[in-house]
């Protein structure tokens, strides 16, 4: 089993960053691939970004490219999306999500581990 935990969310003005984190209870985390994906009030879960098991291959929605940064540091169990130049459409709860595999999965339903979530708020 893979427990994961978000941090990080909050409230931001338009145009400022804001930093998550997701901590994952794992024997062995770089045996996971890791994604970020977020859900606005009457919206589907959505891809934003995935990064593969080494962290050397990222992936992101065409919707957060140039501004979002995935990363992850094996050794502390950790993923991280760095979330800069943010609009109010990216208000969501963000979830952090894990599955085995080689690729940077986009889907919610190739996914087989999910965190809480922690919400992210953009004012204009």
């Known amino acids: 089993q893979v427990q994961l935990v978000e941090s990080g969310g909050g409230l931001v003005q338009a145009g400022g960053s804001l930093g998550l984190s997701c901590a994952a209870s794992?024997?062995?985390?770089?045996?996971?691939?890791m994604g970020w994906f977020r859900q606005a009030p009457g919206n589907e879960r959505e891809f934003v970004a995935a990064?593969?098991?080494?962290?050397?291959?990222?992936n992101y929605a065409d919707s957060v490219k140039g501004r979002f940064t995935i990363s992850r540091d094996n050794a502390k169990n950790t993923v991280y999306l760095q979330m800069n130049s943010l609009k109010p459409e990216d208000t969501a709860v963000y979830y952090c999500?894990?599955?085995?595999?080689?690729?940077?999965?986009?889907?919610?339903?190739?996914?087989?581990?999910w965190g809480q979530g922690t919400q992210v708020t953009v004012s204009s």
């Open positions: 794992v024997r062995t985390f770089s045996a996971y691939v």
């Open positions: 990064i593969k098991r080494s962290g050397g291959s990222t």
């Open positions: 999500a894990a599955r085995t595999g080689t690729y940077s999965y986009t889907t919610p339903n190739e996914y087989d581990y």
